[in-house]
């Protein structure tokens, strides 16, 4: 007949082992939390001294950055909130076809010609950053400066331009020609990819 004892030892082996077990898996888990914590912060310092460098090789002085100017704009709520005060008679797409597709002259369209007569420190801003034949954005750059330069260039296109060749300043109309060209050429130095999709549009 077994022993007693042998009967009661038994499930305290079994039990030993599932405890080791148990164990060697909550410390396997806590050793790779440790190493993936130490791993993203060893990773976050080198990604910042590679994001470093990268700005560090791509500096200009501001003497010689469109961007300095570009930003300006940007601190600028006449220039940020462009096509978002477009005057009423613009908004009600009565007129606004015949305005915005084909040559127009000033006394045509008073309002609207007021409306960009407002705008005017925002074209001469961006007329400035033309002469530049470089720009340097932070390479982190934000959303609103692509918004904002797509406002800008449709100022200048469907608005500006037209309103030069309406009343005869070619010369002017020109000029902002070659403002829309160096504004895409800005775009297209910059290493992120949005940015040049905007550029092409």
Known sequence: MPDEHEDSDKPVATKRPRKRVWLAAIIVVLTAIVLCLLWSIWNSKS?????????????????????????????????????????????????????LIKPWQSED?????????????????????????????????PLPANR????????LLRLAVIDDIGNGLIDDAIDKWRCLLQIGHHLRQQPLFDAHLVAIA
Do not use: H
């Not at 309002?111 to 954005?137: H, P």
């Not at 904002?148 to 100022?155: G, Q, Y």
């Open 148 to 155: 904002a330069m797509r406002k800008w260039t449709s100022l």
């Open 47 to 99: 990604f910042d001294e590679q994001l470093a460098a990268i700005e560090a090789g791509r500096a200009i002085p501001d003497s010689e950055n469109a961007a300095t100017i570009y930003n300006k704009l940007l601190q600028d709520p006449n220039a940020t909130t462009l096509l978002d005060s477009l005057p009423q008679f613009i908004l009600n797409k009565t007129s606004d076809e015949l305005a």
């Open 109 to 141: 369209y008073t309002k609207l010609t007021a409306w960009v007569k407002e705008k005017q420190s925002v074209i001469d801003g961006l007329l400035e950053a033309s002469k530049f034949e470089k720009c340097r954005f932070p390479i982190e750059m």
